[in-house]
């Protein structure tokens, strides 16, 4: 039970004091001091977020944007770098996808969005994982065209509040937040303090992601929490929240081996890049589109209460061989039972497999299973 | 019945040849929500230091050491229903198991409850 407080090596989100105001357990995550839990603890900050709403403090991922002269510009830089289609973006839209390296392997997944302003274009706002950003950010540098360049941002903060309470709670504040559908995003006035809001996040729930400036993030958290349905919640819940969502943890469930087609991410490239390529490790990532990848992530259920957590093996049952490895697993609080995601080969994929797997040399049974675990709440504009 | 400490957060009360093994307050606030616990086959045969049992929280899975060498006589079968008891009592009814003291000797490499308060202040 290693202890890691305040290290003096590591940096602090602009909401630190308030993380320890709130009785945080702070620990260290990706360079920053991080809260993992707040007093209530893991499990009752994952069922708030899943019935009420849970704020979150994400201000340690990487925000910036790529500007160029105008929005074709921007978007081809971006789409040589990616298998997704930011051409066709519309503006106040955002699209998740993934930074290729050569291979076709995934340098980092991100979110993009087009800002709804005429008088942003050919700016495209990035948001990145905390461990990535300096790769990320060379990556970009050494790759875009001279007439494309990449601000990177560091004086706003970054706040997720997710839950199905979330969205109410944030346009009492902010009522144009209330007019967003999933994906779409605006920039808007949260008690007069000029906020950029995206209804997106990373729980499986309806919610938003406000990137807001840094000198009024404790404002806006505090006005937040103040609310009876708004709860702190740290990155202990988050990672459980995510796991149930089905969504691939950076580092983990995907990286710079796997590939978008055996991470099953698929849904990030749209018709026209699927169809033209043109994008970095195209020729695998065509080829495994066609012929289907040689392994690819699942999920997995377990039948006992035993958890099995990143790192176990996957083995065929009956004292098969072990065929793969588990990327992320734990107990999930809404399943009430563990469950995991892991790389299998693509002959053992199917929903319903059995498999076992390996946890301190004991094999537990488990299935393959559809993801997400717990059904997604986004909230899908009618004809949008 | 002396209870002891150990530097991994087991406590350990001597009754008898029997002695009762537990994880102490500190421990299961630090783990948090326990939601799973592997508890030792009765007859195993432990040393010091050996990993006794398993507790899993929802974010990690911990040991739980043999604080002394003994035999496995008694496991506490409520905790694989309950897990949750180990948040709630684990001074208490949330034991782990009971062994048959194998080295009493060992009881000298432990701390009493005084001293291991002040181990728990340094941390």
């Not at chain 1, 289609?85 to 291979?103: A, C, H, I, M, S």
């Not at chain 1, 999930?332 to 469950?339: K, S």
């Not at chain 2, 040991?63 to 008694?74: H, L, N, R, S, T």
């Amino acid at each position: 039970m290693a202890e890691a407080v305040a290290d003096a090596d590591l940096k602090q989100t602009p909401l630190f004091d308030l993380h320890v105001e709130l009785g945080a357990r702070m620990v260290p995550f990706a360079g920053y001091s991080m809260p993992v839990q707040y007093k209530a603890g893991i499990m009752a900050e994952h069922l708030q977020t899943r019935s009420k709403a849970g704020l979150f403090d994400v201000s340690h991922m990487g925000q910036a944007f790529l500007v160029g002269p105008d929005h074709e510009t921007t978007a081809r830089a971006l789409e040589a770098l990616t298998p997704s289609n930011f051409v066709e973006l519309k503006p106040g839209k955002q699209r998740y996808t993934v930074l290729l390296n050569d291979q076709g392997g995934v340098i980092d997944d991100l979110m993009v969005t087009r800002s709804i302003s005429e008088d942003d274009d050919g700016r495209l706002m990035l948001v990145v994982n905390a461990a990535r950003k300096e790769i990320d950010y060379a990556h970009f540098r050494s790759r875009l065209p001279d007439n494309v360049k990449l601000e990177a941002v560091d004086d706003r903060a970054l706040i997720a509040v997710q839950g199905p309470e979330a969205v109410a709670a944030v346009a009492a504040h902010a009522p144009k937040a209330a007019e967003l559908g999933f994906m779409e995003a605006a920039s808007m006035e949260f008690d007069g303090i000029d906020c950029h809001i995206a209804r997106a996040g990373y729980t499986g729930e309806d919610g938003v992601e406000m990137s807001v400036p840094a000198g009024a993030a404790e404002a806006i958290a505090r006005a937040l929490l103040a609310d009876d349905r708004v709860e702190a919640i740290g990155l202990g819940a988050r990672d459980s929240l995510r796991l149930e969502a089905g969504l691939c943890l950076y580092g983990h469930d995907i990286d710079e081996t796997t590939s978008p087609v055996e991470g099953a991410i698929t849904f990030c490239m749209q018709k026209r890049r699927r169809e033209e390529g043109g994008f970095p490790g195209d020729g695998r990532i065509l080829a495994e589109l066609k012929d289907g990848a040689g392994r690819v992530r699942v999920g997995l259920r377990l039948e006992g209460k035993a958890p099995a957590r990143e790192g176990a093996e996957i083995a065929l049952p009956e004292d098969g061989p072990v065929i793969g490895t588990v990327t992320s697993g734990g107990f999930a609080p809404t399943v009430g039972a563990p469950i995991a995601m892991g790389y299998v080969p693509a002959g053992k994929a199917a929903p319903g497999t059995a498999l076992d797997l390996i946890v301190r040399g004991r094999r537990l049974p488990a299935t393959v299973t559809a993801m997400p675990f717990v059904p997604n709440r986004y909230f899908r504009k009618s004809g949008s | 019945m002396t209870t002891y400490y150990s530097k991994d957060h087991e406590w350990i009360d001597v009754e008898g040849d029997i002695a009762t093994v537990g994880i102490t307050s500190y421990a299961q606030e630090q783990l948090g929500d326990v939601v799973y616990v592997e508890l030792p086959e009765t007859g195993k045969s432990l040393s010091q230091g050996d990993e006794a049992a398993v507790v899993e929280s929802v974010k990690a899975a911990s040991e739980v050491y043999a604080p002394i060498d003994g035999e496995v006589v008694e496991a506490n079968e409520v905790l694989a229903e309950e897990p949750a008891k180990v948040n709630e009592d684990p001074e208490g009814a949330a034991w782990f198991l009971k062994m048959k003291v194998g080295n009493e000797g060992q009881l000298a490499d432990l701390m009493d409850e005084a001293a291991y308060k002040a181990y728990v202040e340094t941390l």
